[in-house]
């Protein structure tokens, strides 16, 4: 016998609700899942490596930028950051007195490193370098400018390494006749990104010094002193 006109067969539309949100459910958990064992999978790879990290342009999400770079010294959250080089090629360092209070209230970092580096013929940068487990000791610089009434662009910019690229924001910013050029990107332990763990963010600012290509030519330069190699 065919069904009446407006009847329909299997289970009502009531009764499969549940069902197809249950079955919604376990594929997102199987996802879950499936990205979680792809990151531990991934950090397993990354040990026994030397000092490598999972670098990436965003605090709060993954990003296609994030890349798994090589360092030369021990970017973990740990007193051994301040260990970090003062002299190394044609650059040398001095640790700058942190003179604002804001700034261990505010973010109450674990770890703060802030230095300027000057090279042999006397163009400089200024070093950053903060690590924590907290969320709150990590927000961009462009707040920090934009609130002291700078004008301000953001970007992303690829650092040549000696092998592949790591990715930083660039941030340029302006207010009279100052302008500084910024790049930055966070450093996690693994592709985990265990808040617990702790997260560094290296920092390198410096004073606009001939044209905008030249500064960022300089801080990669830098850079390159720190990171040798950069891979998906």
């Not at 650059?91 to 209230?105: H, L, S, Y």
């Not at 370098?129 to 927000?139: N, P, Y």
Request: hydrophobic fraction near 40%; charge should be negative.
């Amino acid at each position: 016998m065919s069904d009446a006109p407006g009847e329909t067969t299997g289970l009502p539309t009531n009764s499969r609700r549940p069902f197809v949100v249950l079955v919604l459910l376990a594929l997102a958990l199987v996802a879950v899942v499936l990205i979680y064992g792809r990151d531990i999978w991934q950090s397993r790879a990354l040990a026994n490596t030397g000092y490598t990290f999972v670098s990436d342009i965003d605090r709060w999400r993954r990003t296609s930028r994030e890349r798994a770079v090589q360092a030369k010294y021990d970017f973990s959250l740990g007193p051994q950051l301040h260990e970090l080089p003062l002299a190394f090629s044609d650059w040398q360092g001095a640790d700058i007195p942190q003179t604002n209070i804001e700034v261990q209230i505010l973010l109450e970092p674990e770890e703060y490193v802030y230095r300027r580096y000057r090279r042999a013929d006397g163009k400089y940068v200024w070093l950053s370098v903060i690590g924590s487990r907290q969320a709150k000791s990590f927000h961009s610089p462009q707040i920090c400018y934009d609130a002291d009434g700078w004008r301000t662009e953001v970007t992303s910019e690829a650092v040549e390494l000696n092998e592949g690229e790591v990715y930083a924001l660039r941030l340029q910013a302006q207010k009279e006749q100052w302008e500084h050029v910024v790049l930055y990107f966070y450093l996690y332990p693994d592709y985990v990104r265990d808040g617990s763990a702790g997260t560094v963010l290296f920092k390198v600012t410096a004073p606009l010094t001939g044209s905008l290509e030249e500064t960022l030519a300089l801080e990669k330069s830098f850079i390159r002193e720190f990171f040798h190699s950069a891979r998906l």
